[in-house]
């Protein structure tokens, strides 16, 4: 008599809540009930629509930022920047799965590997002019971090300054083509507490390698500063935590009624 031996039954993967407002949110890009320009309702707005707390909303806006499909302006909303017809003919380009889902870190890794470059070269090759002009995004930066305000313009203001400095026209594109991401990432980190306590002497240390003419230095004080900056975001988007208990009532965003 042969032995029957069963298998055990395959565990169902719960949806997250976070997984579950994202792609309702791509989903209304998708057939066009929102498109480039619109501004997204406030957040009070949307997390009675959806039926879902403020963190688990912050976490989907915050990782369609990072993909492009939105723009989060302090002060003035979230907006989208895909059209249905971009979203529609790129999707690989707009699908989640790049950023999303555990890949946030290679996002980290491959900014951390392009600036990483970008501040050795600019250790060997920024002129006077160019030093100055980083010194200027320092300065700005140290002056604006008491208030919070305009913080993300001086924030970016100074790796673009770095890009420039680094005289590699490709380099400087590849920053100019990833700086939604980077903008967006700075504006998910803000979110953060005490995020940017330390960013004033992590980029001055990136200047002072860099007015030293020490390319290595200059490299690693960049990594240092976008590691710390890296695991502000994870924090952010809510990788290392779960979403509260209470938010785990809605299985699913619930319709607004007509």
Known sequence: MKENKKQAPHKIQRKRLTDEIIDHLVGMV?????????????EPVLMDQFGVGRSSLREAIGALSLT?????????????????????????????????????QEVIEARIVLEQTIAGYAAERATKED?????DQLNQLQKVIPSGKKIIQADFGFH???ARACHNG????????????????????????????RVFEEHAAVLAAIEQ????????????????AGDHLLASLGEQHHA???EKKAASPRRSKK
Not at 30 to 42: E, I, V
Not at 213 to 228: C, G, I, N, S, V
């Open 213 to 228: 003419r020490d390319a290595e230095q200059a490299k690693a004080a960049m990594q240092a500063h976008l590691k710390h």
């Open 68 to 104: 492009g499909i939105l723009s989060v302006s302090p002060g003035r909303g979230t907006f989208v920047v895909a059209t249905p017809e971009e979203f529609l003919a790129r999707p690989r380009q707009w699908g989640l799965s790049a950023v999303w889902q555990g890949k946030v």
């Open 160 to 162: 673009k300054a770095l």
């Open 30 to 42: 998708r057939n066009g009930a929102l498109t480039a320009g619109d501004r997204l309702p406030p």
């Open 131 to 135: 030093i100055a002009a980083i010194r």
């Open 170 to 197: 490709i380099l400087e594109r590849f920053f100019d083509e990833i700086q939604q991401q980077v903008k967006s990432w700075m504006t998910q980190k803000s979110l953060v507490p005490g995020a940017y306590a």
């Open 244 to 246: 509260p208990a209470s």
